[in-house]
């Protein structure tokens, strides 16, 4: 079994900046990826920042280039999301996934964490 938890999320002002958290743990026999999504009230799930294991590839959306940053401890199974100069549009409930080769099976699986909220507001 493998288990994401996210933590670092809370109310912070324009302009602010807040890191969050995301640790995966379990029956892992390696990581090839993992994610931060963010789901706005009314709105659909998207992407936020993507890192791989392949040569640290990262990926970022358009609103957030500049100004968000991913990066990961792949010894401690964690990655980190940096979030600088926040705006009031990146209110949201924000989801760690990671992309595991399962230890048992060698199998791929994604797993979710249950989300983290950041409230950008004055």
């Known amino acids: 079994q493998v288990q994401v938890v996210e933590s670092g999320g809370g109310l912070v002002q324009p302009g602010g900046s807040l890191r969050l958290f995301c640790a995966a743990s379990?029956?892992?026999?390696?990581?090839?990826?993992m994610a931060w999504y963010r789901q706005a009230p009314g709105k659909q799930r998207e992407l936020v920042a993507g890192?791989?294991?392949?040569?640290?590839?990262?990926d970022y959306a358009d609103s957030v280039k500049g100004r968000f940053t991913i990066s990961r401890d792949n010894a401690k199974n964690t990655v980190y999301l940096q979030m600088n100069n926040l705006k009031a549009e990146d209110t949201a409930v924000y989801y760690c996934?990671?992309?595991?080769?399962?230890?048992?099976?060698?199998?791929?699986?994604?797993?979710w964490g249950q989300g983290t909220l950041v409230t950008v507001s004055s």
């Open positions: 996934k990671a992309t595991v080769v399962v230890a048992e099976t060698y199998r791929y699986l994604e797993v």
């Open positions: 379990g029956s892992i026999f390696s990581i090839n990826a």
């Open positions: 890192i791989s294991s392949l040569r640290d590839r990262t």
